[in-house]
């Protein structure tokens, strides 16, 4: 059954490059031409469970030091 999972990413980096280079192999290994993406969760007791999906919308992303959409 398909359904829509909203996802919260926060992307960490010691600097802008870095942060900017993280966030291009996100976008890139979720680009929808690749394939499904294999999400993997592991519960706090070691049992994974796994969901197929595609990324949709929303990567736009907000800074709190620069606003929306600037660390693209």
Do not use: C, W
Not at 36 to 42: I, K, N, P, Q, W
């Amino acid at each position: 059954m398909a359904r829509e999972v909203l996802l919260p990413v926060y992307i960490h980096g010691p600097d802008r490059r870095t942060l900017k280079e993280t966030k291009r192999r996100l976008v890139a290994a979720l680009n929808p031409k690749r394939g499904y993406a294999l999400l993997r969760f592991t519960e706090s007791n070691g049992q994974s469970r796994y969901l197929h999906g595609y990324y949709k919308d929303g990567m736009e992303g907000t800074s709190p030091t620069t606003g929306p959409g600037s660390a693209g």
